[in-house]
């Protein structure tokens, strides 16, 4: 989607590169931003099997992102 907007060739796969061009782009906001980042530390710490209490608010925005995400990424295939 940001290499169709932005004309760029090479695909881009780092996560903080996809993020950064989604704030370019204003595809997310920088409140999305700090949510985004607070949700990324959370995985980071179950992954590395940390204990840490996990927020249901945290969850509940990481599941709309990825709604959000797949129904742009269904209106980026029509």
Do not use: C, W, Y
Not at 34 to 54: Q, S, Y
Not at 65 to 74: L, P, W
């Amino acid at each position: 989607m940001a290499a169709r907007k932005t004309n760029v060739q090479a695909q881009l796969t780092a996560t903080g590169e996809l993020v950064k061009m989604a704030i370019e782009l204003e595809l997310i906001s920088e409140d999305e931003l700090a949510d985004l980042r607070a949700i990324a530390e959370l995985r980071n710490r179950v992954v590395h099997g940390f204990e840490t209490e996990i927020p249901r608010r945290l969850v509940a925005r990481a599941i709309a992102f990825a709604r959000q995400i797949a129904g742009a990424a269904r209106l980026a295939d029509a």
